[in-house]
């Protein structure tokens, strides 16, 4: 009995989970734009690697949330807690500090 | 002959030099008032002219002194400025710094309401967790993170009736530290950080803050895993190509999980005489009871993960990650974990992502055993819908299935539903339901279904 209703258990969560699964993938890829002809690798900007590294953890944050100073900071721990490479930290950086709050 | 020429000669100067003499004195009288009056008028104009000359030349000469004091202000005002301008620059390149220029306070808060099957709903403030950032320079970093909750205090007073009494009265603040570790940049691809760290076991002891988790309790198998530990680690991350790929890397030794009760077997009680796990894996922090600095076991843990951060475009990404742990927890006795960790990002509204977690644990009565479970959660931002719905546009729902085997007779697994309100980008309303499902000898004594909504903020 108590087998049964670990299974029908189990069977309802894949089955919810696959469902947000398969709505929220079909949506992405249905809105996703073809793929355009292969142009010669660019370097990413500072915004562009905020957006690659940062959103995968938590919502992106504006720069003016913090000063300058503060993101220098909170950039040399991100880049310890995450892993991010330096120089994509560095340029992270540059980015923030562009539109940095004041004081 | 000679001396007769002379005076003659004598005679006739005399005689010219009286008709001189009588010419002269006619033609000085010949000047007339017209003419005295007009070489008078020519003397009186020269004179004034002369009186005029002296003036525009004393007026010269105030203006010459007026303008060497402008002149002399003026080489004022540009040194002044140039002085400033000079400030400026020093100033611009040494920015004048405040005591606490480089501290930093980040972190998270969390109330929550919560209602357990069975029991009374209620309100309860789950969590103040700040993190202090220190940089002293560009290569160092002090960080510490604390969590500061509020629970019921446990009455020690009786009753007249039975002497007993066991209701809750009064509160307490509990602090805990959840790291404090010292971090030194040695180059772009290695950092040294020491201290009580956490553990980049799998990947949600690092990401698991309140308002970063999207649902508000941890999955079931993180609690095989040891969130934190006191020792040394070096990490870093390495660059592949310009796409924004990256290689992980983390090596670590660690003091170790240890023994609650001092002997390798596998349970032990609790102070209400329950049967729990005598795996202890928050403790062993190198200074015991008495004071003195030492390990609890014969030789420190090791550990490590590496990981792959694969990036197709900003916001699509998947990362895999491998990582574990093995050292003594008591006398010879070895604990030993393994974690898989995986995350897929489609868009910026799509994520799915889990761990596989298994550990072995050596015991002295019940042998080998290996808790273990896993966890797979998925979230969607209906943002991606692209409705005209300003409200709906902030909300994700997410869902999660956890599973735990502690292998000591005890299994549970976990449904949970729930939606997330964006009221800001860092102020999260979560409302969850969990369905638990607990199984095995110590089933009563689990958690039950309950509901959950939590406001969480990031700072």
């Given at each position: 009995m108590k087998t049964a209703t670990k299974r029908q258990t189990v069977l309802w969560s894949v089955v919810a989970l696959t469902g947000v699964f398969a709505v929220g993938l079909g949506v992405t890829l249905a809105q996703a734009q073809p793929p355009e002809a292969k142009a010669p690798p660019k370097k990413l900007t500072g915004a562009e690697l905020y957006a690659i590294n940062c959103n995968r953890c938590h919502p992106e944050r504006y720069p003016t949330e913090f000063t300058a100073s503060q993101w220098k900071t909170i950039m040399l721990e991100m880049r310890i807690r995450a892993n991010i490479p330096a120089k994509q930290a560095n340029e992270i950086l540059k980015y923030l500090q562009e539109d940095a709050g004041g004081n | 002959m000679f001396t007769m020429k002379k005076p003659t000669r004598i005679l006739s100067t005399a005689a010219a030099c009286y008709i001189l003499g009588l010419a002269l004195p006619q033609t000085a009288a010949a000047v007339s008032d017209d003419d005295f009056n007009a070489l008078k008028s020519t003397v009186e104009k020269m004179s004034q002219q002369m009186q005029d000359f002296q003036k525009t030349h004393q007026s010269d000469q105030q203006q010459i002194q007026d303008l060497q004091q402008k002149l002399g202000e003026t080489q004022s005002l540009a040194t002044n400025a140039v002085e400033k301008a000079d400030a400026v620059a020093l100033a611009q390149a040494n920015p004048p710094r405040s005591a606490l220029h480089n501290f930093t306070m980040v972190g998270d808060a969390e109330v929550q309401y919560g209602q357990a099957k069975g029991q009374f709903g209620t309100f309860s403030l789950a969590d103040f967790a700040p993190i202090f950032l220190f940089r002293a320079n560009d290569n160092i970093l002090f960080e510490a993170g604390f969590d500061i909750t509020l629970q019921n205090g446990q009455a020690t007073g009786t009753t007249?009736?039975?002497?007993s009494y066991t209701h809750d009265s009064g509160s307490s603040t509990s602090v805990s530290m959840s790291f404090a570790q010292l971090d030194y940049l040695i180059n772009d691809y290695a950092t040294s950080v020491s201290g009580y760290m956490l553990l980049p076991l799998g990947t949600y002891s690092e990401r698991g803050a309140g308002w970063l988790n999207k649902i508000p309790d941890s999955p079931l198998p993180v609690d095989f895993l040891p969130g934190a530990g006191v020792g040394t680690q070096l990490r870093g991350g390495v660059p592949v190509g310009e796409s924004g790929q990256s290689i992980s890397y983390a090596a670590y030794v660690v003091n170790g999980p240890s023994s609650t009760d001092g002997t390798a077997n596998a349970t032990t009680f609790d102070g209400d005489g329950n049967t729990v796990?005598?795996?202890?894996?928050?403790?062993?922090?190198?200074?015991?009871n008495s004071g003195n600095n030492a390990n609890l076991n014969s030789q420190p843990s090791f550990g490590g993960r590496l990981g792959w951060f694969f990036p197709l475009k900003p916001h699509t990404d998947v990362e895999l990650g491998v990582s574990g742990q093995s050292g003594?927890?008591?006398?010879?006795y070895l604990w030993s974990a393994l974690v898989f960790d995986a995350a897929i990002h489609i868009t910026p509204n799509f994520e799915i992502k889990g761990e596989y977690i298994n550990t072995w644990q050596e015991t002295s009565d019940l042998g080998s055993i290996q808790p273990n479970g896993w966890y797979v959660q998925t979230s969607y931002k209906l943002a991606g819908l692209d409705l005209d719905a300003p409200i709906v546009n902030d909300l994700e729902l997410v869902e999660r299935y956890d599973y735990a085997n502690n292998a000591l007779g005890s299994t549970s697994d976990r449904f949970t539903t729930g939606v997330i309100y964006y009221i800001t980008n860092t102020l999260l309303l979560e409302g969850d339901y969990e369905w638990y499902k607990n199984r095995g000898l110590n089933a009563a004594g689990l958690p039950v279904s309950q509901f959950i909504v939590q406001l969480s903020y990031g700072f």
């Open positions: - | 007249a009736q039975d002497n796990p005598n795996l202890d894996l928050g403790g062993n922090v190198g200074i015991q003594h927890w008591s006398g010879s």
